[in-house]
């Protein structure tokens, strides 16, 4: 039997979908993550109880089956959600797609850093509209290194609905800032620019800049 519920959402049915011609979903005002599918048939004015959905994200099958339970619904068919989704959260890490046509679709590594479901979240030009079904996220993008053993923290934030995001475990080769070694090369470089915002700011202990100073601004 076909269902109207998304990837993530479990579903009970009371009709067959398949006999009505519009739907409309009308989230659950005292329980968050219930959702219930009205339908209307063509040429019928009224509408009819086809489904109820729950979100994978705030119950569990079993939490689920218990509420159709008490409250007295008697559905044909219960059907589990096939991606059962855990809860998008801050610290959690995801991947999104990035286009590059003509060539194939690569995929970017981020750090979930907020989550809204009742407000915009923008960084740039980018922004996106939060609901409880499609949080707007914000994340941090983590480069790869090009033998791909490595992920570097970068200044780059974007915004994406939940549902262009796939969560996935912690990236191996994650290198936090105190991992971060500089090359003997870049800290002969610092020192030289230490002595030489010195020389030309050095009457001044306000501007004085020490080796240590510029160390810790390059592992941010």
């Keep these: 039997m076909m269902t109207t519920a998304q990837p993530h959402e479990y579903a009970a049915i009371f009709q067959d979908p398949a006999d009505f011609d519009e739907f409309k979903r009308m989230p659950n ?6 959702v219930d599918v009205w339908g209307r048939r063509e040429g019928e004015q009224g509408l009819g109880l086809v489904e109820i959905l729950a979100d994978s994200v705030s119950w569990t099958l079993a939490e689920f089956r218990a509420y159709l339970k008490d409250g007295n619904y008697d559905p044909s068919e219960v059907i589990e959600a096939r991606e059962v989704r855990k809860a998008m959260s801050v610290g959690s ?3 999104y797609a990035v286009p590059k046509p003509p060539g194939p ?8 850093m907020t989550v809204s479901t009742s407000s915009k979240l923008t960084s ?21 290194s090009e033998d791909g053993d490595k992920f570097t923290r ?6 994406r609905p939940a549902s262009k995001l796939r969560q996935i475990e912690k990236p191996e080769g994650i290198m936090e800032k105190q991992e971060i070694e500089l090359s003997e090369k870049v800290k002969e470089a610092l020192k030289r620019k ?7 700011h050095g009457g001044a202990k306000s501007k004085r800049a020490t080796f240590r100073m510029l ?6």
């Design 29 to 34: 005002p005292d329980f968050d993550g219930i």
């Design 93 to 95: 890490w995801v991947q």
């Design 105 to 112: 679709t690569t995929y970017a590594t981020g750090k979930v």
């Design 124 to 144: 740039g030009d980018e922004e996106v509209e939060g609901t409880t079904d499609d949080p707007a996220v914000k994340l941090r993008v983590w480069a790869r």
């Design 154 to 159: 970068t200044d780059r934030l974007v915004v």
């Design 194 to 200: 230490v002595e030489e915002h010195n020389e030309k």
């Design 215 to 220: 160390e810790a601004s390059m592992r941010r």
